[in-house]
């Protein structure tokens, strides 16, 4: 079972969050009893790679990043989420939000993983998600992949965000790709002006 870790408080970078997309823009409203509320992970280091694991239960050599269930019935704060669902599968804290998409993603379930779903995973169709950009400050020292207890991941690596949709799971994809679409162009900004360590440490 993996422990849960309270997030007291949610580091932001100096300038704020850049929030891609229009805050008044109209929003899909999705069924949570359809679809499970979550968070994802794009985290990128100084070389402006992304990290990348594998699960313990996958059966096809896929690759996914981070993510994980919004707390509280839906209700956690999706930021918070993601600094703590970065912790508990990757062990990782020395990170920051440095962009959010506005709009959620979603993807459903394919028949032959539903059919083997049990508890209250049985009444979502899929899992609708808030992507969020983390820039890496600390050293890999801290990766650890079972510091809070059962471990998600069995290995991990750091590769370009473009090459993820390629090797995620099928039913993935398509999110894979639209965030690719959003964060690699300023992962690419940042890399050629050198300027991904301006979003900084502590």
């Not at 929030?19 to 794009?42: N, Q």
């Not at 020395?94 to 959010?100: D, G, H, K, L, T």
């Not at 709009?103 to 379930?109: I, Q």
């Not at 993935?172 to 300027?195: H, L, N, S, T």
Request: hydrophobic letters at 35%.
């Amino acid at each position: 079972m993996k422990r849960r870790i309270p997030v007291l408080a949610l580091e932001i970078h100096r300038e704020g969050v850049n929030v891609l997309g229009s805050l008044s823009a109209p929003r899909t409203r999705v069924d949570v009893g359809e679809h499970r509320r979550g968070v994802g992970i794009t985290l990128v280091n100084n070389e402006g790679l992304v990290f990348a694991a594998r699960r313990v239960d996958d059966k096809f050599g896929t690759w996914q990043m981070p993510q994980g269930g919004i707390d509280s019935g839906g209700l956690e704060n999706p930021m918070s989420a993601a600094v703590r669902e970065l912790k508990e599968e990757t062990g990782i804290s020395s990170a920051r939000i440095v962009a959010i998409l506005d709009e959620w993603l979603d993807y459903d379930f394919p028949t032959d993983i539903k059919s083997g779903m049990t508890g209250s995973w049985i009444r979502y169709r899929g899992q609708t998600q808030k992507w969020c950009l983390m820039y890496f400050y600390g050293d890999e020292s801290e990766i650890d992949l079972e510091k809070y207890g059962e471990r998600e991941f069995s290995e991990w690596r750091w590769m370009p965000l473009e090459e993820l949709p390629l090797e995620v799971v099928d039913f993935k994809r398509q999110v894979y790709k639209k965030v690719a679409e959003r964060f690699g162009p300023i992962i690419k900004r940042r890399r050629g002006q050198q300027q991904l360590s301006w979003w900084g440490g502590k």
